[in-house]
């Protein structure tokens, strides 16, 4: 009607002025010539390229391959090249350094597993699995500790189901709705008899998340610094900026602990909280639990914010608080800093129930010269944190331990600024304990890296070295001027002595030593 009526308007002009009439005639057409391009426009699909375009880049990506330590089975996970439009187009919610899909409750930009496939033996042939969710989208694996059942999260159009699958029947089963909270990321953590897993559920009637440009604020958002010192921060992106960020983020991170059984049955484990992490011990009596602690900080993410960390038994009962700490937005200056709070809560792998944490003894200032940055305790049953014992000091910030037996480790430390990193080897069991250097070295110097040490399971399914006698042994990626020639040395902790066992001859390609099947 608007076309016409302008033509009519037009008309009545036509014989007053033919250059006027010109003029308004070219500037109608262009009108329509636009408004035919717009409405041609919000019609418009996505197109598929030319065939020659399209079978460049539309290729199915080689599956990547899970495997157990027992090379039983093999799971063959395959994944599209590219994610959907209908992945990348949803709608994403930025809050205190982490960006999920609020639809879903999930992280943002998850590339799904669409198929999976399982090998039995390292001879077999990949088969399908029965039972499978149609059109599923799969995500988070995990081998259950005695290796027989394989968990994994799929998500529907509400939110995010767990399911396992008994590898030896090939069959896949559903444990729960689609109720999981996986914007942590992790969603589930096997029980150590392999017989359930707790699960990170979003409570019943868990209100929507709050939309900023549908509240009407009440008054200005204003950060006023009163108290505290100053400090130099880093940067980070879609942090905490209002009250309405702080709600949107407590929706996001609210969980309840479920403890499933295979049947899929249900029981509430932990009431409530801000859930960051759940460990088990090796014997499964006791449970490492984290929280998010508040007030939630403006200037780190989450990963940085207060934290409280505690004891729980195998029934979900708190037995101890072992550590609370303020968020870690005003430390000192360098790469090297950290919390003056006890840190690093983690069960030792060869014992069935020790706790060990760290603590730094430089204040977390590296500018602070002292003889040792770090030391590490241990604590055992009752597990009374006063009563946690020093067994050995790191010279530099601690990396990390590696258990082997009850009266062996290693232990490393690094620091930054020197890009050095030193190994040694110690006793655990001894009372402030000292411990002996092993390697020193430049961790950008490629060519003279050691490796690192191979690993099996012991009667607790956890990890531990692989020793014969008093020798480790080290899968290396063997860099070197003539090119990268993966190798496996033994090593001895005694007498430090390097015997090598295999080094790839192959030079047309690149070989990747993945385990040692047998030392023998």
């Known amino acids: 009607m608007k076309f016409f009526t302008s033509i009519t308007q037009i008309s009545l002009i036509w014989g007053c002025n033919k250059e006027i009439m010109r003029k308004t005639i070219f500037s109608f057409l262009v009108a329509c010539s636009f408004a035919n391009l717009a409405l041609s426009q919000q019609g418009t699909l996505y197109q598929t390229p030319s065939k020659e375009i399209l079978d460049l880049v539309d290729v199915d990506r080689a599956p990547s391959i899970l495997r157990n330590s027992k090379f039983t089975f093999f799971v063959y996970v395959y994944s599209p090249m590219y994610r959907s439009i209908e992945d990348v187009s949803q709608n994403e919610l930025r809050v205190g350094g982490a960006r999920i899909y609020p639809k879903t409750n999930t992280r943002a930009g998850i590339n799904f597993a669409t198929k999976l496939e399982i090998q039995t033996g390292s001879t077999g042939t990949p088969a399908a699995i029965n039972g499978l969710p149609t059109n599923g989208k799969y995500f ?5 500790p005695d290796e027989n059942y394989l968990a994994f999260n799929n998500v529907t159009e509400k939110g995010v ?4 699958i008994d590898l030896a029947k090939k069959q896949a089963k559903k444990l729960t709705a689609d109720v999981l909270n996986a914007n942590m990321g992790t969603t589930y953590v096997w029980s150590q008899d392999s017989k359930s897993l707790l699960t990170y559920q979003r409570p019943a009637n868990t209100p929507d998340y709050a939309v900023k440009s549908e509240i009407t604020p009440v008054g200005p958002t204003i950060l006023e610094a009163t108290a505290g010192k100053e400090t130099q921060n880093r940067t980070y992106p879609d942090l905490i900026k209002s009250k309405t960020d702080e709600l949107n983020f407590e929706l996001m991170m609210t969980t309840e602990i479920h403890k499933v059984d295979l049947t899929g049955k249900s029981t509430l484990w932990a009431a409530k909280d801000l859930y960051k992490g759940i460990s088990f011990s090796p ?21 940085m914010f207060g934290e409280k960390t505690m004891l729980f038994d195998e029934n979900g009962k708190e037995i ?4 609370t700490r303020a968020a870690l937005d005003n430390l000192p200056k360098g790469f090297m800093s950290t919390t003056t709070a006890k840190r690093s809560f983690t069960w030792r792998s060869d014992v069935p129930s020790s706790i060990y944490f760290v603590q730094a003894l430089d204040n977390g200032d590296p500018a602070n010269k002292v003889e040792f940055r770090d030391e590490i305790f241990r604590l055992e049953a009752p597990f009374t944190i006063q009563n946690a014992q020093s067994i050995t000091k790191t010279q530099q910030r601690y990396a990390g331990i590696s258990w082997a037996k009850n009266d062996l480790a290693l232990i490393a430390d690094s620091w930054y600024d020197t890009r050095n990193s030193k190994s040694y080897v ?6 402030n304990g000292t411990s002996t250097l092993l390697t020193d070295r430049n961790t950008q110097d490629k060519y003279a890296d050691p490796g690192s040490p191979e690993f ?11 020793m014969d006698g008093d020798n480790i042994y080290l899968n290396g990626e063997g860099h070197s001027p003539k090119g990268q020639f993966p190798f496996i040395n033994q090593f001895n902790l005694k007498t430090k002595q390097t015997k090598e066992i ?14 040692i099947i047998d030392i023998k």
């Open 140 to 144: 988070g694996f995990g081998f259950s």
């Open 161 to 164: 189901e767990l399911w396992v």
């Open 283 to 303: 014997d499964g009596k006791y449970a490492i639990v984290q929280t998010i602690a508040k007030p939630f900080s403006y200037l780190v993410p989450f990963s």
């Open 320 to 323: 101890a608080t072992l550590e």
């Open 426 to 431: 110690f006793n655990p069991n001894q009372v």
């Open 456 to 466: 099996v399971k012991n009667q607790y399914n956890k990890y531990v070295l692989l």
């Open 502 to 515: 295999y080094r790839s001859k192959v030079t047309d390609k690149v070989e990747k030593i993945l385990d």
